[in-house]
């Protein structure tokens, strides 16, 4: 195993991700009291709402409405919310094209034919399935506590018809979930599952909370009901931010603080018990974490649920603990995910943290999240990859509005923002990464609630005053991957021709489908159009138009 530490590489970026994580680079967020308990709410039925006419400022696939941050968001209401219909097969010989623009384009479809293979005029892109990559994992959200208020405070038939937005084959064929054990900060207060009760070592006292039986349970089952079988199972990632605040040496649940040494294995029981819980409630959890970004637990200013680690402690307990526990109990087969924090720790963390081959081995998946990917080299994921190609990379958590120069946390219809979704899902599985989660399916106006007052954006929003939720650019730029690229498809290589050595380029990545289906995801973020060409073998050229400000998808069989 090469030694990442004693590479500049990583100590600089190391140190560079301490400053920023000291300044400006993390939101710093104040520490308020919880809120009271959410109310009794029933769920929406399941069955499925017969969709009316929009609106009179409908286009028929999209009901417009601009807020003034750059394009527009597609208004959703009981009765109407624009489909995204399955994707068929096209004809032999041709390829369908599906693109959405800042200019007010929702994944329009049209049919191209291909051609007899030539100079283009621009960009060639030259499709090579001998050459292959990473299996895809798949595409999704998170099911917090904020994402089920928002849900629930809508009439019950919009209710269906966001979740459906996610998961249906009308939507984005989400496959994956992420699910936070006990509260999160995006929770309307801090808990656990064993509070009030003194050092409970045994765990007599662990029990679910009604954010899970009215919240998270319900989305889980649902999602994984309005799944087509192509999606296959629902993925659940579940992880912790705060333990019982009794394990902690700060004695809360936010802050500085570590876990306590003599409660190293009733952390791992924890899991455990969560594990049974969920599933004699009837739903599977694909994988657990080590936690979730143990570092802000290190920092003193992070003032939202934490556990603190150091490499050190956490190798420790995985080691002796933690994965012993999970691999003999009745549930060792649920995947061990390792780090959960920012891309920019990794190979300083991972190096540490699997310093032998017995720690290593409890380890399935390298999750990472995406808040400082815009200082962190993409390189640092291949050489992750490098060192443990057996350990699937996921990015596991991401959303707009964090940083503290966001003073708008909430930006309906900003086309930006779409391009930083699509353009870091572009980059990073271009770098070996295996599947990107979303944060809060669902989040308020203010981009909440959160007892910690930590606002963001999200690519569903949710006005309960008009019955309404908005499907913001960022929805359209996951739906360009997600409802193309299966479970199990393979990053297949393009080798990148033609074009000026001046023009700019247009951003892109392949991948070739089990069904034996070909898509090819463009990002152009230029004010200027390109064609771009794309090239494989006998099949000849399809020429693609490519708008300014555009996200493209190409799929042929």
Not at 33 to 43: K, Y
Not at 159 to 181: C, T
Not at 389 to 415: M, Y
Request: net charge negative; charged share 20%.
């Amino acid at each position: 195993m090469q030694r990442f530490g004693k590479t500049a590489l990583v100590f600089l970026t190391f140190v560079i991700g301490l400053a920023v994580a000291g300044g400006i680079g993390y939101l710093l967020v104040v520490l308020y009291g919880a809120d009271d308990q959410p109310a009794d709410i029933e769920w929406a039925s399941t069955k499925a709402p017969t969709p009316s006419p929009p609106g009179p400022d409908a286009d028929g696939s999209c009901w417009h409405r601009d807020f003034g941050f750059g394009s527009t968001v597609c208004v959703c209401n009981s009765t109407f919310c624009n489909a995204l219909p399955a994707v068929t097969a096209a004809a032999s010989g041709s390829a369908l094209v599906y693109t959405s623009s800042k200019a007010g384009l929702r994944f329009q479809r049209q049919e191209l034919q291909f051609k007899q293979a030539g100079n283009g005029g621009g960009q060639i892109l030259t499709v090579d399935r001998k050459t292959t990559f990473q299996k895809i994992h798949g595409f999704g959200g998170a099911f917090t506590d904020a994402a089920g208020e928002m849900i629930l405070s809508l009439p019950e038939a919009a209710q269906d018809l966001l979740l459906r937005s996610y998961f249906s084959a009308d939507g984005l064929e989400y496959n994956m979930g992420r699910l936070p054990i006990g509260g999160s900060d995006f929770s309307n207060r801090q808990y656990s599952y064993d509070d009030d009760n003194g050092e409970d070592t045994t765990l007599e006292h662990f029990s679910l909370q009604k954010e899970d039986r009215i919240y998270k349970i319900p989305m889980a089952k649902r999602a994984k009901e309005l799944m087509p079988e192509t999606s296959g199972d629902l993925h659940i990632y579940s992880t912790v931010w705060s333990p019982p605040v009794w394990m902690k040496t700060s004695n809360k649940f936010s802050g500085f603080g570590f876990l306590k040494k003599e409660h190293y294995q009733t952390y791992a029981d924890y899991y455990v018990k969560f594990l049974e819980a969920y599933a004699a409630e009837g739903v599977d959890i694909h994988a657990v974490s080590t936690g979730n970004e143990p570092l802000n637990g290190v920092v003193p200013f992070k003032h939202f649920n934490s556990l603190g680690w150091t490499p050190e402690t956490m190798h420790v307990w995985i080691r002796d603990h933690f994965g012993p526990t999970i691999r003999g109990s009745k549930f060792k087969d649920v995947k061990i995910v390792a780090h959960d924090d920012q891309r920019i720790f990794l190979p300083w963390m991972m190096e540490l943290v699997l310093a032998d081959n017995k720690t290593a081995d409890y380890i399935d998946i390298i999750a990472y999240h995406w808040y400082l990917n815009f200082i962190t080299p993409g390189a640092l994921l291949d050489a992750v990859h490098k060192d443990y190609p057996d350990k699937p990379l996921i990015n596991t958590e991401a959303c707009n509005g964090d940083k503290p120069w966001d003073f708008t946390r909430v930006q309906l219809g900003s086309w930006t923002r779409g391009e930083y979704y699509l353009g870091d899902i572009v980059g990073v599985m271009n770098h070996w990464t295996a599947g990107w989660i979303d944060w809060n399916l669902a989040l308020n106006l203010q981009g909440g609630p959160t007892w910690a007052k930590n606002w963001v954006d999200a690519p569903i929003i949710v006005d309960a005053s008009k019955g309404e939720f908005y499907l913001n650019p960022t929805f359209y730029a996951l739906a360009h991957v997600s409802k193309f690229v299966r479970r199990d498809s393979v990053r297949v290589e393009l080798h990148h021709s033609g074009g000026g050595l001046l023009e700019a380029k247009v951003d892109s990545i392949a991948f070739e489908r089990p069904d034996g289906a070909l898509v090819v995801v463009l990002i152009n973020k230029h004010n200027s159009e390109h064609s771009v060409s794309i090239q494989e073998g006998d099949r000849g050229q399809v020429d693609v138009h490519v708008p300014a400000r555009s996200f493209v998808t190409v799929i042929y069989w």
